[in-house]
């Protein structure tokens, strides 16, 4: 199948279907679980974080009844406000999966989509599955095949991309007709939105880029069921998505075909780090940097990290203006980690973001593009971290940083990150042991999975 065949939302669909209409492998339901696990942490730990903003928001809308679960609040609200709610505590933390081809997080808005529907409609575990599958399959297909050059634009593909993998998500749980799924398709492509521009200075609207894209999706789907139906060819056409959002060069096969018999959702990176993906590499290879090293931190004179060119831009700043700007910033991230040894969400706020000592060896931090890494991209995206002392120095090198397919987090590490996450909003050891053995038997306990994520 090649874009001469016919129209390229036509044939993207095409492309879906084929995945759709076979039975999902046991691997795969396992991964998307997996995946659901990581999202309710994330969305639990979210709450809790910008639980004030979110009270503000329940109050201006006033009697914001509903079906729909507001993870962590015990609320219910109507499906619109879980889908944006949700779908920006489940990115806040910076600790959502995502894929290094399509440079995207699939689960947050795709599963807050298929959260805040499922509270009207009663759909059972399986279908909720293969909504997620499918939506992160359309989601990622799409960002794959128009990356580097899409991010090069300044377009967020959370935000782009998700719009359409959460209108595909629904689409494939409430099992659309092929007409309404390509009305929904063709919504989401001219509602896709998302400015990489939100990661910077002092904003903490990145996050919005994700809410936003979940009620989007919504909303495509239901001009999709509604009876509306769009051009031929919103995709590929003159003056479609391609067009306008695309670089100078379109993966025809990652569009089309996907990643051979694999479900994308098999190919993501859950992350065990709480900054911007691209800092991850560095981070890695900046702790084990130091501690093979045995330089004490004192005796640190330069830090020097070579990254792939797409790390760079964006994330080489050590002017840190909150927690937003300190996630995004690798020279951050990479001396919070020395400091402390870790770096996950309590890193990233205070009392490390005044802490002096990580002030100070940030400063001492390089990062610079390495052309032969950048050629690399996006199979591999590594870093090689370089730290000096007064009569030593050490290198390591990290091609696939903890959380890849082929560096993956286990499914202990995963129960563990879960358990920590809810216990840092405030869930016991012992509820949140009983929501994850619910989450596990999502295809044939899934009321009894919603009914603990509303308490």
Known sequence: MTKNDGYLTDLFLEGLEKKAEQALPEEV??????????????????????????????????????????????????????????????????????????????????????????????????KFIKGMVMGYEAAIRLAAAIQPGHKLKGCHATGTCGTVGAAMAVAYMLDFTKEEKKAALSAALTDAAGLLEMIDNTSTLKPYNIGRAAVAGLDAALAGISGFSGPYDAMGGKRGFLQLYAGEKVNYEYLLEGFGDKYVIQMIYRKPYAACRHCHAAIEAAMVCAKESGIDISDIKDIDIKTYGLAVGGHDHKEISG???????????????????????QQFEEPYLSDERIATLMDKVR???????????????????????????????????????????????????????????????????????KVWKTDSEFDELLKALAE
Not at 375 to 404: F, M, N, W
Request: negative net charge.
């Open 29 to 126: 339901v396992k991964e998307a679980k997996l995946s659901f696990i990581d999202y309710i942490a994330c969305a639990y730990l979210g709450q809790k974080i910008l639980k004030d903003k979110n009270e503000k928001t329940l109050a201006f809308l006033g009697n914001d009844s509903g079906n729909a679960i507001l993870i962590g609040t015990g609320k219910k609200v109507s499906s619109h406000t879980a889908a944006f709610l949700n779908g920006i505590n489940a990115h806040v933390a910076e600790l959502d999966d995502g894929h290094r081809y399509g440079m995207m997080h699939g689960g947050a808005p795709v599963i807050s989509v298929l959260l805040a529907v499922s509270g009207d409609k009663k759909v059972s575990g399986d």
């Open 323 to 345: 927690t937003s700007s300190a996630k995004m910033s690798t020279p951050y991230s990479v001396a919070a980690a020395i400091v402390s040894g870790q770096a996950g969400f």
């Open 367 to 437: 990062v610079e593009e390495d052309p032969e890494l950048s050629k690399l991209v996006p199979d591999k995206r590594g870093a090689i971290a370089v730290i000096s002392g007064q009569d030593k120095e050490h290198t390591v090198r990290v091609d696939y940083p903890k959380g890849e397919p082929e560096n993956p987090v286990t499914e202990k590490e995963m129960h563990d990150k879960f358990i920590s996450l809810l216990g840092a909003a405030g869930i016991s050891e012992e509820k949140a042991e009983e929501m994850l053995e």
